[in-house]
């Protein structure tokens, strides 16, 4: 089994900064994959970015390209979200995701793993 801790959310300005953090524990050896999701109120899940194991693919959703940058620690078992130019639709609770397939996927269901979620809250 696999545990996801995620870490790095709060409230933020518009056109701050945050970096989210996300460390794995457990059956480490199983995930290849490490993405990141967000979900508000009345909505589905969403994909925001995926990056491979060795962070050779990256694959980010169009709203956050240029914007957001995900990468990956593996000695430390941590990935991390850097969001900069944050904007109040950024708003929503933020989940980490791992799955043992080795493709950026960005689809929710492709993931094994998931964290509970860490709120990042953006004011206008």
């Known amino acids: 089994q696999v545990q996801l801790m995620e870490a790095g959310g709060g409230l933020v300005q518009a056109g701050g900064s945050l970096r989210l953090s996300c460390v794995s524990s457990?059956?480490?050896?199983?995930?290849?994959?490490m993405g990141w999701f967000r979900q508000t109120p009345g909505k589905e899940r969403e994909f925001v970015a995926a990056?491979?194991?060795?962070?050779?693919?990256?694959n980010y959703a169009d709203s956050v390209k240029g914007r957001f940058t995900i990468s990956r620690d593996n000695a430390r078992n941590t990935a991390y979200l850097q969001m900069n130019s944050l904007k109040p639709e950024d708003t929503a609770v933020y989940y980490c995701?791992?799955?043992?397939?080795?493709?950026?996927?960005?689809?929710?269901?492709?993931?094994?793993?998931w964290g509970r979620g860490t709120q990042v809250t953006v004011s206008s």
């Open positions: 990056i491979s194991r060795s962070g050779g693919t990256i």
């Open positions: 457990g059956s480490i050896f199983s995930i290849n994959t």
């Open positions: 995701a791992a799955r043992d397939g080795s493709s950026a996927s960005p689809l929710r269901e492709a993931y094994n793993y």
